[in-house]
């Protein structure tokens, strides 16, 4: 009985994590041949040189594990889905991914590698550092106070991000309740051909992020942001009108991680992911949704004008100085009558997927 009782016991999360990328990326056959593998497994975090990135590495992954093992059952739109496990994956590139595993599906899996963490804290120095972005968020910030905001932005875009992988699991994105059938890809861009059908998943796992993160930062336990903004004596009016620039600029920032490229009425069909300003309009209805039912004179302060100079700021951030040239162009393509067709056929799919959940 007690031979069978281990026989029958599940492998630790972490175990049949690090078993995945073993399995589906093989290792070359002789030791002396080049690694061709993008992922090799879980990263040994021991292996983190700076003991300041371990320590906040191992804060993020058990905060996200503790808000995923809690997470509300039987809600409308999700399909079952075994528990979370969230992990970092050992990887030279940047990239999260939302898995499952096939032989083993006891967890639903969301890996992030640590260059993508890399790669979000360099963006957020960045962002925080912008003279524009400052000004339009309303903050007189003295230079050793940058490191705030530069926490506060970094935190938005890693639960943003990992709000995303959690919805290709919820929300059934991963096909046939499946393991090998779909690995999402959210950084890479493997010139893979896409389709609208893509895009139209992206976008329901980017507002359904997009809806929890801000309610989180605005009305949950990231409004501690406040306080480390130096804004906690501020009217909540303000508190608030700062918090929601701050989502618009972090994950305004982590969707140009992605190439951001110009578009015309036939290759916006073809990507795997919406243009960053598709993305960003679409997300952002989402948002205004939220503002609408908890916060409605938020939405009024969130006027396209405002809206549009945010998001130049961050493009002009993280791109440098053509970003905003960039969003421009993209924002105007969808302006016209070629954007306006390509809005209504993505909208359809959209709409089409979100019947079938």
């Given at each position: 009985m007690v031979a069978r009782s281990r026989e029958l016991a599940i492998p630790p999360p972490e175990v049949l994590f690090?078993?995945?990328?073993?399995?589906?990326?093989?290792?070359?056959?002789?030791?002396?041949?080049?690694?061709?593998?993008?992922?090799?497994?879980?990263?040994?975090?021991?292996?983190?040189?700076?003991?300041?990135?371990?320590?906040?590495?191992?804060?993020?992954?058990?905060?996200?594990?503790?808000?995923?093992?809690?997470?509300?059952?039987?809600?409308?739109?999700?399909?079952?889905?075994?528990p979370f496990y969230v992990d970092y994956i050992d990887s030279n590139v940047p990239n999260a991914l939302a898995f499952r595993y096939e032989a083993e599906d006891h967890y639903s899996f969301i890996g992030i590698t640590i260059p993508l963490i890399n790669l979000l804290w360099d963006l957020c120095v960045r962002l925080s550092r912008s003279e524009a972005i400052q000004i339009l968020i309303r903050l007189s910030l003295k230079i050793e106070e940058y490191d705030a905001l530069q926490i506060v932005l970094f935190l938005a875009m890693s639960s943003f991000i990992v709000s995303h992988e959690y919805t290709h699991h919820v929300h059934g994105h991963l096909s046939g309740g499946g393991a090998d059938a779909a690995l999402f890809n959210e950084i890479l861009d493997d010139e893979d051909p896409g389709s609208l059908e893509d895009q139209a998943v992206e976008v329901d796992a980017d507002g359904y992020a997009a809806y929890h993160v801000l309610a989180n930062m605005i009305d949950g336990t990231a409004r501690s942001a406040v306080e480390l903004l130096k804004i906690g004596a501020e009217p909540a009016n303000f508190q608030d009108e700062v918090l929601l620039s701050c989502f618009v600029i972090a994950v305004g920032g982590y969707l140009f991680t992605r190439p951001a490229r110009a578009l015309d009425s036939v290759n916006v069909y073809r990507f795997s992911h919406p243009p960053q300003a598709a993305r960003m309009n679409c997300l952002m209805q989402e948002a205004m949704a939220w503002c609408r039912q908890n916060r409605p004179g938020l939405e009024t302060w969130m006027t396209l004008n405002r809206f549009q100079t945010l998001m130049n700021a961050s493009a002009a951030a993280v791109l440098g100085a053509g970003g905003s040239a960039i969003w421009d162009a993209q924002s105007a393509f969808l302006g016209s009558e070629h954007g306006v067709e390509y809005f209504k056929q993505l909208d359809k799919r959209l709409k089409a997927l979100t019947a079938s959940l």
């Open positions: 690090n078993r995945y990328f073993q399995e589906r990326f093989r290792p070359p056959v002789r030791p002396e041949d080049p690694d061709p593998r993008i992922y090799r497994g879980k990263q040994d975090l021991d292996k983190v040189a700076d003991l300041v990135l371990r320590s906040l590495l191992l804060r993020i992954q058990e905060s996200f594990n503790a808000a995923l093992a809690s997470e509300k059952q039987n809600v409308a739109g999700h399909v079952n889905h075994p």
